[in-house]
């Protein structure tokens, strides 16, 4: 490898740790959120391989937990606290096993599989009084038209969701 290339790879990998494209950090608890999932044995379809198997879903889980939990720093006020209930989740995508044993554990992603969230939450504050309550179900139909920048995240379909719901839910103030 000539000496310039190793110098622009460098830069390179500089520049993608610099501006996030590397992979998010391991979600530290501040104490603004706090997420639970209910009977998540019952989701409709939280699994990366066409066997269901408990390790893979709370390995997912455990992602859209660390997810929550970090997008929860920039969105909710220190003082408040946001509690999050998850009642179900059906991933981007679906196993279609009618294609043959070599493609039972891929996921085929089309727009007839969107990706869906059903979610209790509230927002309490330092006192415990609530500010804010609802149910949600996150919904994006065009969720294949969006540019997403991690094309390798299993869960970038999951995670715009939730983009979504703390931009229009949790407004930052300016």
Known sequence: MKPYHRLLCAIAGLLAIST???????????????VTFL??????DV??????NDKDRDAILDQIKDY?????????????????TITDVDMAGDFEP??????????????????KVDLEFKLVDAKGAVLKEGKR???????LMKISINRDDELRHEKALFDDWFRDDFPRKK
């Open 20 to 34: 996030g494209w590397a992979a998010e950090p391991a979600a530290k608890s501040d104490g603004r959120a706090e």
């Open 39 to 44: 009977h998540p044995e019952k989701f409709s």
């Open 47 to 52: 699994r990366s391989s066409y066997m269901e």
């Open 68 to 84: 929550i939990v970090t997008k929860a720093r920039t969105y909710v006020p220190e003082g408040q606290k946001l509690l999050v």
């Open 98 to 115: 009618w294609r043959g044993p070599a493609m039972q554990d891929v996921r085929v992603v089309k727009d007839v599989y969107p990706p």
């Open 137 to 143: 179900q996150l919904r994006d139909l065009a969720f």
